[in-house]
């Protein structure tokens, strides 16, 4: 079993997630010192607890884990932080990777399985900070099948992985025209672009924006696996 001296602080808004991954820490020998599933409990306990390491979930308080963690970090220069999330690409979640805390570790919630491979970050995480090392991403590519899909997403241009995600919240080309500022020719442009990359073909029998929803919804983890 791994010991870890180092007081850790979990914040997830995840009822279920958090008190699981609390216990199972606990057993091997992680230093929990306190779970926070709200925005008020987690700037409470890191004002008084004075945790050495944060676990954040990137999806906490509607996708808010990254900035939250960046404000911790700008109060504790020196606090490890490790990210954990179900997407190995931020831009679906419209988080670019300059807006995560520096050396942070980022672990893939969906694959960790062996919870060894979150013990690891944990512990890996203040040296990585001291050592002021990149964003690294622990796990992020543990199945052939994910590969497939996260080669895709990897080629696409920020300006298409935007307009995907607009398109994944139910907005028309009109509306996501409207927000980028650009003609609703041009989205429609785009759109047939990322259409293409993923490899769908125009059929009028299928509807094409629901099948580009449905993989988004893959990648980022938002539909069972």
């Known amino acids: ?10 914040i997830n808004d995840d009822a279920f997630e958090l008190i699981t991954l609390s216990e199972v820490l606990n057993l091997r020998g992680i230093n929990i010192v306190g779970t926070a599933r709200s925005l008020v409990a987690a700037e409470s306990l890191f004002r008084t607890l004075h ?3 944060i676990v954040v979930d ?9 900035s939250f963690a960046t404000r911790m970090r700008a109060r504790n220069q020196a606090i490890g932080v490790v990210h954990t999330s179900t997407c190995s690409d931020l831009r679906l979640l419209g988080i670019q990777e300059c807006e995560i805390a520096p050396s942070a570790l980022m672990v893939m ?15 890996h995480s203040t040296l990585a900070r001291i050592n002021n090392e990149k964003i690294l991403w622990v796990n992020r590519f543990p199945q052939l099948l994910e590969n497939s899909f996260m080669s895709v997403v990897q080629d696409l241009t920020n300006i298409q992985v935007e307009t995907l995600r607009f398109l994944s919240q139910g907005l028309s080309n009109a509306e996501i025209a409207k927000v980028r500022f650009v003609s609703e020719k041009a989205v429609e442009q785009i759109v047939a672009r990322i259409a293409l990359a993923m490899g769908f073909q125009c059929d009028r029998k299928r509807n ?5 929803t449905n993989e988004f919804n893959r990648w980022v983890g938002s539909s069972a696996s």
Request: glycine share 4%; aromatic share 4%.
């Open 109 to 123: 919630k969906r694959r960790i399985g062996d919870i060894e491979v979150l013990c690891d970050a944990i512990l």
């Open 208 to 212: 094409m924006r629901v099948l580009m």
């Open 58 to 66: 990137v999806d906490f308080n509607h996708f808010d884990g990254v």
């Open 51 to 53: 945790p050495e390491v």
């Open 1 to 10: 079993m791994t010991t870890m001296n180092e007081k850790v602080l979990l």
